[in-house]
T-cell receptor
Framework: DTEVTQTPKHLVMGMTNKKSLKCEQHMGHRAMYWYKQKAKKPPELMFVYSYEKLSINESVPSRFSPECPNSSLLNLHLHALQPEDSALYLC????????????????FGPGTRLTVL | AQSVTQPDIHITVSEGASLELRCNYSYGATPYLFWYVQSPGQGLQLLLKYFSGDTLVQGIKGFEAEFKRSQSSFNLRKPSVHWSDAAEYFCAVVLYNTDKLIFGTGTRLQVFP
């Protein structure tokens, strides 16, 4: 299995709702990422988990709450979002940054299209 | 600060024509360089990457890219474009020993029959 899956594909939520995005990979990767991509813009990194621990938080508002329950799963919990949070949310994974390798390729999922009303 | 520039926001070519998408980076050392493609509403697919060695890199779908240190460039090329190549193309860099990908603003490729 060489893919990253994301559910749901589409999500519409109100500003008072609580919802979650899910990401799963079975490639044995130990680093997982959340990106936000607005229309006609490049992806922007939100969070990085390495060995199930949060290693990078790019100053994301607290209404976005990531969770990595195990090495295959990554969730993004959403609460009290604003309309400007509407975007494509991409998940990615990579092998652990190996000793001396410097960088491991990130594999992206298809994304969840989020609309906040 | 490190950055990636893609000067062309939108490029239109005829099917069968050659293609070159430009990418320039700003970084003190040689970064790791990538080209990704994104079809509408889809995730990103890696076309090719450059870490070191041969400066002409072959990728998937008939794409290649050439790293030119003197010009801080990593341009993507394809000798003959197919209609299915219409998509958004992102150049990206990552700093050595970090997890952080920095993307350019993207180039939208439109292909006419």
């Amino acid at each position: 299995d060489t893919e990253v899956t994301q559910t749901p594909k589409h999500l519409v939520m109100g500003m008072t709702n609580k919802k979650s995005l899910k990401c799963e990979q079975h490639m044995g990767h130990r680093a997982m990422y959340w990106y936000k991509q607005k229309a006609k813009k490049p992806p922007e990194l939100m969070f990085v988990y390495s060995y199930e621990k949060l290693s990078i938080n790019e100053s994301v508002p607290s209404r976005f709450s990531p969770e990595c329950p195990n090495s295959s799963l990554l969730n993004l919990h959403l609460h009290a979002l604003q309309p400007e949070d509407s975007a494509l949310y991409l998940c990615a994974s990579s092998q652990d940054r190996g000793q001396g390798l410097g960088y491991n390729e990130q594999f992206f999922g298809p994304g969840t299209r989020l609309t906040v009303l | 600060a490190q950055s990636v520039t893609q000067p062309d926001i939108h490029i239109t070519v005829s099917e069968g024509a050659s293609l070159e998408l430009r990418c320039n980076y700003s970084y003190g050392a040689t970064p790791y360089l990538f080209w990704y493609v994104q079809s509408p509403g889809q995730g990103l697919q890696l076309l090719l990457k450059y870490f070191s060695g041969d400066t002409l890199v072959q990728g998937i779908k008939g794409f290649e890219a050439e790293f030119k240190r003197s010009q801080s460039s990593f341009n993507l090329r394809k000798p003959s474009v197919h209609w299915s190549d219409a998509a958004e193309y992102f150049c990206a860099v990552v700093l050595y020993n970090t997890d952080k990908l920095i993307f350019g603003t993207g180039t939208r490729l439109q292909v006419f029959p």
